[in-house]
């Protein structure tokens, strides 16, 4: 049952706030050994210790002095955790798993049920579950999926009949024995003492994913809802009472609200993009979290402290003094951007940068023939090589520009005119160049198309695959890879493309590396995957926004992707950076002067100073 949190003299992190609570408001926990991948949901936590639970069957607990991972029965997401004590606590989550913790280990109860070919089935009991919550007794209901509720009433867990197949996403008790669920689409159901479910009616049309009681007959519901015209989540905050529903704060504009809590005197929200804000009197004010990724859970600790999780790895803990700590005020409401728009002149889509490190020289390209050079700090356009759409620049071995793109069609740029350098006579997008400087030259694209420039003319290379290829990148002449359709990657040995397997299945739109002990490559919702020489890793899809391109120094590495999402990677880590736009961003590349420049739909190009090391 969810109650404010009751004080106590001992808190946890309290040698890791003394003296700087006030001047940063909420830190990063240091000792729990999460990745960037990692993704926590909840948490619990007592006077003997902390739980965080997240993705993959994460289980971290803190003992009062340092953290140690705690084995998990089955790999798949937690999502929410609850019980009475440690010796009697419940975490539930995908494919309907429920585990129980007798103080020492966790135990599988309930879902994960495999069939004959060893992978999970589609029985009944692996419906995903999302929230839990119970009373002092230890009666407890979890929900989830297509109106799921399961009751355990002391001895075993029983499914209630909701009278709904709405997703569920939060559960509460409240004080006089009723309990509530809500979900998606304005959902809200009420379990009368008599252990009946029926549906309330809600006037607000939001997928709820959080509940919080306030008093004997009202609770504050929070969540979002999907709008096309913003391309993305609005967040809503909801009061619920005997009177129906009425949207809080309703001129305001929020990013997805994902969790509630009490902290202190005041009321919490945690959500995407990092967001915290504190509500009281009916006020709301953002506080600073001093992270751009979206936090999904808050854990009340000893001494009233709390603590905050979420993705990328994220926890955070705060003092009650964190929630004084206001984020500034911003006129967008967003966070600064570092990303500073340029003036280019078009409001035609660019699809490629290409910085020619050697001369200094950056150049951009795109819809009907745009191709456009940066001079003196003023983008210019140069002449047309046509009205077709250019894809990808690169420098020509005798100086010159080479411009490629729709039609299998590649033009010379001399500095005065372009020619017809070669011409496929086919309705097949060429999607990408490459060139080791040298003299060597290849172009890739549509329907596995890969051509080689052998100093006097282009020829068609046998590729092995009819699929996509988005993007090239090379270490010399012999050693090239080319990503493309449903994980495809393509390794060139200077004889043959090969197929390198990279673990996953969704498209790849660019590949950039070091060296070929350290690659990158970006795709479809989120995805991006490192070759480290031996194997290649996939980061989980934390941004769910496509990720078109990919470049770096030595220093760090930027990708960047559609709804102007920007996200870096430096000292081990990755992270969001805002961009302060919406439009996708579609090509990226680093200048001579070490700033980062991308550009995407509208014409809209960006620049960002260089990143930590690149200064």
Not at 175 to 195: K, Q
Not at 241 to 261: E, K, V, Y
Not at 488 to 517: I, K, M, P, Y
Not at 558 to 571: D, K, R, S
């Amino acid at each position: 049952m969810t109650t404010a949190p009751s004080p106590s003299r001992r808190a946890f992190f309290r040698g890791a706030l003394s003296g700087r609570a006030e001047e940063r408001g909420w830190h990063h926990v240091d000792g729990l050994a999460a990745g960037a991948g990692d993704v926590f949901w909840a948490g619990w936590a007592d006077e003997q210790g902390v739980f965080v639970i997240g993705d993959e069957g994460a289980i971290f607990h803190f003992d009062g002095r340092e953290w140690h991972r705690q084995a998990a029965p089955a790999p798949v997401p937690l999502h929410a955790v609850w019980g009475t004590a440690r010796d009697r606590l419940w975490a539930v989550g995908w494919m309907g798993l429920i585990l129980s913790h007798d103080g020492t280990d966790w135990h599988q109860v309930r879902g994960c049920v495999v069939g004959g070919n060893g992978k999970y089935t589609a029985a009944p009991e692996n419906t995903p579950l999302f929230a839990i919550d119970g009373l002092p007794d230890g009666r407890a209901w979890a929900v989830g999926d297509r109106g799921l509720i399961l009751h355990f009433d002391g001895a075993a867990w029983i499914e209630e009949a909701s009278g709904t197949r709405a997703h569920l996403r939060c559960v509460t008790c409240l004080d006089d024995g009723r309990v509530l669920a809500a979900g998606s689409d304005g959902t809200v159901l009420e379990r009368a003492t008599d252990g009946s479910w029926a549906r309330r009616d809600c006037s607000v049309a939001s997928n709820f994913t959080a509940v919080l009681p306030l008093g004997a007959h009202t609770v504050l519901l929070a969540g979002g809802r999907y709008f096309v015209d913003a391309n993305g989540f609005r967040g809503d905050l909801v009061l619920y009472g005997p009177d129906g529903a009425r949207r809080l704060f309703d001129g305001q504009a929020f990013t997805r609200f994902r969790a509630l809590a009490y902290h202190g005197d005041a009321i919490i929200t945690v959500g995407d993009g990092g967001k915290i804000h504190r509500i009281d009197d009916l006020r709301l004010r953002q506080v600073a979290s001093g992270t751009q990724h979206d936090l999904l859970g808050i854990v009340g600790l000893p001494g009233n402290e709390a603590m905050i999780v979420g993705d990328f790895g994220t926890v955070l803990v705060g003092a009650e003094a964190a929630l004084s700590t206001f984020a500034p005020a911003v006129a967008t409401g967003e966070a600064p951007s570092r990303w500073q728009a340029m003036p280019s002149g078009t409001d035609r889509q660019l699809w490629g940068l290409w910085a020619d490190r050697d001369g200094g020289s950056l150049y951009a390209c795109g819809e009907e023939g745009t191709v456009l050079t940066l001079d003196r700090g003023r983008w210019e356009a140069l002449p047309p090589p046509g009205n077709l759409g250019v894809h990808a620049l690169e420098r020509a071995p005798d100086g010159g520009l080479l411009a490629a793109g729709q039609l299998g069609e590649i033009h010379h740029f001399d500095g005065t005119t372009w020619r017809k350098q070669f011409d496929l006579l086919m309705d097949i997008t060429l999607l990408s160049l490459w060139s080791d400087g040298q003299g060597s030259l290849v172009a890739a694209g549509d329907e596995g198309l890969v051509l080689s420039w052998d100093g006097a003319d282009w020829h068609r290379m046998p590729s092995g695959t009819r699929s996509a290829l988005f993007g090239l990148w090379g270490l010399d002449a012999e050693h090239l890879l080319a990503v493309g359709d449903f994980g495809l990657v393509l390794r060139w040995n200077g004889r043959t493309w090969d197929s390198f397997n990279a673990g996953t299945e969704h498209f790849l739109f660019d590949v950039w590396g070091r060296g070929l002990d350290d690659i990158y490559v970006v795709g479809l919702s989120g995805t991006i995957g490192h070759f480290n020489g031996q194997r290649w890793t996939i980061t989980p899809a934390r941004a769910r926004k496509d990720l078109l391109a990919v470049v770096g120094t030595q220093a760090s590495v930027v990708t960047v992707g559609a709804n102007g999402i920007a996200m870096v990677h430096e000292q081990g880590g990755w992270a969001l950076d805002e961009t302060g736009h919406a439009e996708g961003l579609r090509t990226i590349a680093v200048g001579q002067d070490g700033c980062f420049y991308a550009a995407g739909d509208g014409g809209l190009i960006l620049r960002r100073d260089p990143v930590g090391g690149d200064q």
